[in-house]
Each structure stands twice: as C-alpha cells, then as structure tokens.
C-alpha cells in the first residue's frame, strides 16, 4: 500500500517566497556583518561620528532602503530560482531520465525545459533514444525470426506437459524447479488445500525447492543411486521411492537425470521426477487384504461345518429326516460362501486402481453405439429395453463396443436369430449392462474361451481379450442364465461417472507447463543473500488492502495478493489472491478506496489463518512492496496469532526509485508508473497493485545497475540511506 511522500516541514505554498527571499536574507545578513565588524573596530569618537551622521537618515529613510532591499532580494533570489532551475535541475531530470532510457528503451524522455544549451542536448538524446529504439526494436525482430524454430519446440513441450496423465516436475542439480506441469500442481495443491495443510498454498513454483514437500535425503539417496549406476555404465539409470507427506499421503516417485546432449561426457543438469498419489491404492490394497482374511477365518467355520455333516451323510442307516438336515447345512454353507465369495469380488472390483484412462459416458450412448456395432457386424437388430437413461458410466469406449460386439459376434455364429437387446441399471454404486439373447439348451461350444481369447473378429481384431478390458474398467462378467429359462445374457459390472472434475486449468487459461529452462544455471545455494545478484534472486512481491493506516490502533489487513518474480520473469500464473475477515467493521471512507464491503469478507479466513499460507508462497525469496514498511508492519503485529515469522529479506520499491530518480519529487505508484511505461490496472486491489509493483521493480534493476548496485546487500544499504527509510509506523 503507498502512502506517497512523507509530511511536509514547510507548506507547499510557502517554499516559492522563501526560496525567493534566500538569496537577499543571506546577503543582507553579510552586510549587517560587515558593517557590524567595522563599527566594532572603529575608536569611540569615530563610532559617534558615524552614529550621528546615519541617525537622520535612518530616521526618514529607513522604510525606503528596506523596501529597496526586499525588491533586490526578491528579483536576485527569482533569478537564482531560475537559474538553478535551467542549469542544475533540468539538467538533473535529463540525466535521470537519460539513464532510465539507457536501461529500458521504452523509457519516455521528459519534455525539453531548461537553458537552450538544455534543450538542444534533450532534443540531440531524444534522436538518440528514437534511434535507439528503432534498432532494439530491429534487433528483436531479427532475434524472434532467429528463435522461431526454439519457441515453436518450447510450445511443443509444453502441450506434450499438459496431456501427460502424469505429474511431472524437472529439478535443477540444486533441487529448485524449473519446470512442473498442470498436474503436479494440482498435486501439491491438493495437499495443501486438506485439513492441516497450508491453507491451498502454493507448494511448488519456479525457483523453489522441491525439498520443501520431498524429504531432502531421500532425493539425495537416489540421486546418489543413479550416479553410480551410470558409473558402471547404465547410460538409463533411474530410481523409484515413495515417501509420505506431512498429512500422511503417499506419493510414488520415479527420478531420471537430465543429459547435457552437448556434453559428450553426458554430464548430469538436473533431474525429471514422475510423481503418483497412490494413496487411495494402498488403502484398496489394504482394504482387500483384510477381506480375504475375513474370509480365510469366515471359511473355516463353514468348511468344518460342512466336514462334519459329509461324515455323517457316510452312515448308510441315516435316517431320511436325519439325512435332509445334513443335506441341508451342506446346502447352507455353500450358499454363504457363494455369497461371501460375491461380495468380496464386488468390493475388491470397486476399489481396484486403474490406470487405464477412462472417460465418462452418458449410458444412453454407449448402449446406443453399442448396438449400432453389433448391427453393422452380424446383421441382427439389437432393442434396448430397461436402460437408465440419465446414468453416466467412465469408460474406455471403443474396447468395450469391441468386448461386446465380439462377444455378440461368437453368439451369432452358434444361434440363427439370438434375438439381442442390451439393458443398462444402476447397482448401488456401479452399473450392470447387460447383453441378452434367447438361448435354446446348452450354451453353444462355441463360447469356449470367450474371457480369455484375443479378440481376432470383426472389422477391427484386437489382441486384447474380454477380461483385459474388463480389468482396465476395474469391473467384473460373468455369464448368467434367465431364471424363466428363457434365455441368457453376459453381465459387465461397470464404474459409474463420478462427475467430480479433475482439478486443471480449463483449455482457455494459460499454457498449463510452467517452465524457465535459464534455472539449469542457477548459482551456488552457499552463497549469502547479500552477495547475490539481483537478477538471479527470487521475489514475492506483494501488497495489502487495509481498513485504515494505523496497525496499532486497531486497523486490519482486508486483503493479501502477492506475485512471484524468478529470474527476471514476472510468473503472473504463480499468484496469491486472498480476502480476510478482519473481524472489525470496515469505515465507509476506505471503501471507497478498495472496493471492499463486509459482505465481501464475510466468512472468510481470518489473518491468523491466512498468514501461513502467505508464508508459505513466499518461502525462499525476498519479499518486494511498495512503501513496504507499512505493510511489514501489519504482518509482523500478527506473528504471535499466527505462529509465522516473516524474517527474509525486504526490499521497498519506493527507497529503490528515490535511489533510481534522485531528482524527482514524485515515487507514488501512478508516478512511477507513468515514468517507467507500466500500464495500471486494478489499482487499490492488492493483487493488481502487487503486479503493477512487481512490473515497476523489474524496470528498477536496470538503473539500479548503472549506478553500481547489482547484489542485493548493496540494494538494502542503499535504500537504508534514503529519506523514506527512516519512517516508522
């Protein structure tokens, strides 16, 4: 939040007369000195001579030479104020402006003013600016015909990133990210957003570590696994682990090394890491282990039971009532164990993990273009009674069409009119599509093998088989006779839709890989943060919307928005957007600055509760504001409630553009805005003010480096002596 310059000592109105006055007050007062040491020098007799020569006219005359004198000085300190205008200031600004067009080409040069001499030397560097620009601007066509070829390759491997049904994160030898796709963000996003997480945080973005969500040891202990494999020759080495999260996930990760392709000793930059949430496989896989040994203890009971009445069905004087009631328990125990036996197939399908890519289907349409298949390919007409229509099914549609085409194929072979039809019914948490006929006596020879034989008929042979694509859908078949007699069907148990959306970015937001191939480069962890350069350094760069300006009277945050700088790039897609219930009412005088009303902020997140999802989004860099003070103020106040500490370092772009614009009087946002060529937009929102900032300090790291500040040590002791620094809230 920028509060623009500080108070004035003088009022504005004021400073034009005194300036004016200056030049005469300082002459007047070496006069009366003079003239004071002169008189203290003189004998006795010549000071009474000199005091009774200069009474009269003092006495009729003295208005007039006041008079006299305060036109002098106002006229002598006028043209001082203009002179020092043409000859000091206007020169001053040029230079300003000069080095900032120096730095950024799309710098604006100010208006000419000043001395001739000024503005022929302003007019001469705007030639030059114009020139300037033209060959940049040259030079960048040439550079964007030149690197066609690499962009349309970058686009490439971005769109390979978002289809793949992986999460994928590359690491540079240091373990930050350079590049992670739509997946992995979900991922971690995930994580975070459950109870206990960081609140929906981002956990991972470009330049961070990815130590902060995988345990550091383990990447090293696999790391150093690969080096050795590929010291023994293994040109593919790679390693897999699976390690929890804080919240108790498992996540499988598989690591390979990057190849230099240049380096003809194949020197390892970095590493791609795959990673899986098998958390709910492994709870399946427990979930079916600890059914069948409910059945292994569930069917000793039975099998004993059943031993004992097959011992007594031995005895050939059994008497006949004695003989049904064996019989009978028998009987039981099998039905029991049957009814076991389906119960767990059922849950053991419903829990399987697939990997198989499925989609959802309305069931209308897959019965639909089901029947359609089987027409085409036996001739026979196929109705489509009992089906639920508004039930969605997640297929993989063009195998299953073939499952059961091929299976109405084999029928068709062995019955002149099978009479087909096709039902779809819910059942409880799966579906049953059924494929009917009319049977007549034993089920034709000809279905031998209809599970397990590669599916060789038709238009479209396939070696799949009925049961490969029954375990891609994780469901079960089985062949099942009409209890009139009448016919018989094959039943697919099938996973219903279950209309959650997968958490991605929808096809119109931006390119879904987020990449900056420059942090294979990135320089050495072990160096201090004061020694490093600005450009390599990662940033947050954030603001806050408040109720009011004073932290400690009781105002509160309404608003955090925050934007990631890595690199010398603004990653606008990695950004920080939250609304906070300050638990107060918010004054009708700053609504009308920020836009936001109580119903606004009602039933959100209070600070205490956002503040370390803050934290961690600007884990590992430098934190970047404008008139920054104000709002560490707020965050600091706020560090016992929330249990974080903001402790990085700050830098303030307002100490930075006094720094960068000396002779300025104006460093507000719009003002330097302007200045710098950045468009404003959503100003008094935190977020769009922390972009407009973010926008604002990138053009800032040019002008800072012609004035020798290029590391970030030397960028905080120079902001430590301006004026704005000594200001506290």
Known sequence: MSLGRPPALVPAHLVPLLVALAPGVALALWGLGGAAALYAALE??????????????????????????????????????????????????????????????????????????????????????????????????????????????????????????????????????????????????????????????????????????????????????????????????????????????????????????????????????????????????ARQDRRWLDLSEASRASFASMQAALDMLDYPDLEPADRERFQQVVRDEVTAMSQRLTGLAADASLDMKTRWPLQDMLGADLVAATAQRITAETGQEVATADMAADLWLSVDSFALIKAISFLAARLAEATAEPGFSLRLSPAGSRAHLDLAWQAEGALAPSLAGWQTSPMQGGNSPSPLSVRDVVERHGGEIWLERARDGSGAFFRFLLPVASGAAPDLPAPGESRPAYFDFD??????????????????????????????????????????????????????????????????????????????????????????????????????????????????????????????????????????????????DSHNLEAMAARLGVTVAGRHTALGDALVTAEIFLKLLPLLRQRGITTLGQARAAAQDSYYARLSY
């Not at 899986?276 to 496989?281: A, C, G, Q, S």
């Open 44 to 285: 006795p007799e010549a000071r009474a001579a000199v005091t009774q020569a200069l009474a009269p006219l003092l006495d009729s005359h003295g208005m007039l030479l006041v008079l006299w004198w305060f036109l002098a000085a106002a006229g002598a300190g006028l043209l001082a104020r203009r002179l020092h205008g043409a000859y000091v200031d206007a020169p001053a600004r040029l230079a300003d402006a000069t080095r900032a067009a120096a730095g950024d080409p799309s710098a604006r040069l100010p208006v000419a003013e000043g001395s001739a001499q000024t503005r022929d030397l302003a007019e001469a560097i705007g030639a030059l600016a114009q020139q300037r620009r033209a060959l940049v601007d040259d030079m960048g066509r040439l550079v964007a015909e030149a690197s066609r070829d690499v962009a349309f390759q970058r686009d490439q491997l971005a769109a390979l990133m978002a289809e793949l049904q992986q999460s994928v994160v590359v690491l540079n030898l240091e373990g930050r990210i350079l590049l992670y796709n739509a997946r992995a963000r979900a991922l971690f996003r995930r994580q975070s957003a459950a109870p206990g997480g960081a609140g929906g945080a981002e956990l991972i973005g470009l330049g961070r570590s990815i130590h902060a969500v995988i345990d550091h040891a383990l990447i090293a202990h696999a790391r150093e696994g690969i080096e050795r494999r590929i010291a023994r020759g293994d040109a593919r080495a790679s390693a897999r682990f699976v390690t929890t999260t804080p919240l108790g996930h498992l996540i499988q990760v598989s690591i390979a090394p990057v190849r230099a392709a240049e380096d003809a000793a194949g020197a390892i930059t970095g590493f791609v890491l795959l990673l899986d949430d098998i958390t709910d496989e492994y709870e399946a896989q």
């Open 519 to 664: 942090l294979f480069a990135a320089s050495a962890q072990s160096r201090e943060s004061d020694d490093r350069l600005l450009g390599e350094i990662a940033y947050t760069v954030f603001d806050t919307e408040t109720t009011g300006l004073d932290p400690t009277g009781g105002d509160e945050i309404l608003q955090i928005g925050a934007t990631r700088i890595v690199n010398g790039r603004l990653l606008a897609s990695e950004c920080f957007d939250q609304l906070v219930d300050p638990q107060r009412s918010i004054p009708e005088a700053g609504i009308a600055v920020h836009g936001i009303r109580p119903e606004m902020v009602r039933g959100k997140p209070a600070l205490p509760q956002v503040l370390p999802a803050f934290h961690a989004f600007a884990a590992d860099t430098v934190l970047v504001g404008h008139n920054v003070a104000f709002d560490m103020r707020f965050l600091t106040l706020k560090e016992a409630a929330s249990g974080v500490r903001f402790d990085q370092p700050v830098l303030d772009t307002l100490l930075l553009a006094g720094i960068a614009y000396p002779g300025e």
